[in-house]
Structure formats: C-alpha cells, structure tokens
C-alpha cells in the first residue's frame, strides 16, 4: 500500500476541532508556497586576469546583499536576492561578481503582519543557498578558488531592522505644538 502522506483539503474546523467541507468550496486557510527560482541577472567581471591568478596577496572581500519584495499578481510574490561579492587587492580588484536571485511565492490568505516577514526574512533564507551555489561556481569558473559564503541569519537580521525602525520612529518627535 502506497503511502499517500498527510492530505487535507477543503476542510473547514471549528472550536473543537472538528472538520467538514469549507461552505462553496472555497479555501480559506493560509497558504504560501515556493513556485519557482531564478537567476534575473549574473554578471562576473575578471578585469585584471590573466595576471590577477599571479598575485599572492590576501585580497580583502566585500559581500553586499539586498533583499527587495513585490507583488506579481494577486497572490503571487516575487523575492529578489542580489548579492555582490569584490575582490580587491593593492595590485587591483581581481574579481566581481554580481547576482540577482529571484523566488516566486505564492501566498494565499495570509494577512500582511505575517506576510512580510515571510517576503523579508524566510523567502530569503529558503533561497539564499542556491544563491551562494551560483556565486560560488561563478568564481570559480572565473579561475578563483570558489568562494563559499557564510551562512546569513536573516531571520535576526529582519528583527534587528524592525527594532532599528521602532526605535528610530520613536525618536522622532511627533510634531509642533
């Protein structure tokens, strides 16, 4: 017998957590989920190669990230990761390397104080190692040693900007009397 997994549908509970057919048909519990991923634009720029694999200096690394959210359709939700990763040295930048790394979600009956956080800090998180996959195969296609990112923490990133955002909103004087 083929196990079928955990299937509800249409179903509608009430106080005791019974079940029946939600009245029409109609779903109303929240839903979110992954619809695909994509790369929107890769760029790697070697400017100073051949000579750049000749260097023995450590170069210093800089790894920017961005995080944009916006709405496709209705119920469907584009994430939009872009990372940039420098390799610079005293001879000169060895390598860039720039991404865009979009997500459709679709999100069904969910109210916006969840929403967000979803688009923001776990979208994010769900896409981020197909991302850092990607940069690290540019790098090394780019004849570098591929570059493996550190984990990122975007759920405490997110909680850290919402209370940056509390703090600076309550700084700032409500108005003239």
């Given at each position: 017998m083929a196990d079928e997994g955990n299937i509800i549908s249409n179903l509608n509970l009430d106080e005791q957590g019974h079940g029946g057919p939600v009245p029409n048909g109609e779903d109303t519990s929240p839903a979110i989920g992954l619809i695909s991923q994509y790369v929107k634009d890769l760029s790697v720029e070697n400017p100073n190669a051949p000579e750049s694999y000749?260097?023995?200096e450590v170069p210093e690394?800089?790894?920017?990230?961005?995080?944009?959210?916006?709405v496709i359709q209705p119920e469907i939700h584009e994430i939009e990761l872009k990372i940039n990763v420098t390799s610079k040295g005293s001879q000169g930048t060895a390598f860039i390397v720039e991404l865009a790394y979009c997500g459709l979600i679709g999100m069904r009956n969910v109210p916006e104080?969840?929403?967000?956080?979803f688009l923001f800090a776990e979208g994010p998180r769900i896409l981020f190692p197909f991302a850092r996959r990607i940069i690290a195969?540019?790098?090394?296609?780019?004849?570098?040693?591929?570059?493996?990112?550190?984990?990122i923490d975007f759920?405490?990133?997110y909680m850290?900007?919402?209370?940056?955002?509390?703090?600076t909103a309550e700084a700032v004087p409500a108005g003239n009397a």
């Open positions: 000749q260097w023995t690394m800089a790894v920017d990230f961005n995080i944009s959210a916006r104080d969840q929403a967000h956080p195969d540019a790098v090394r296609d780019a004849g570098y040693p591929p570059m493996m990112l550190e984990p759920n405490g990133l850290q900007q919402l209370a940056q955002a509390q703090a």
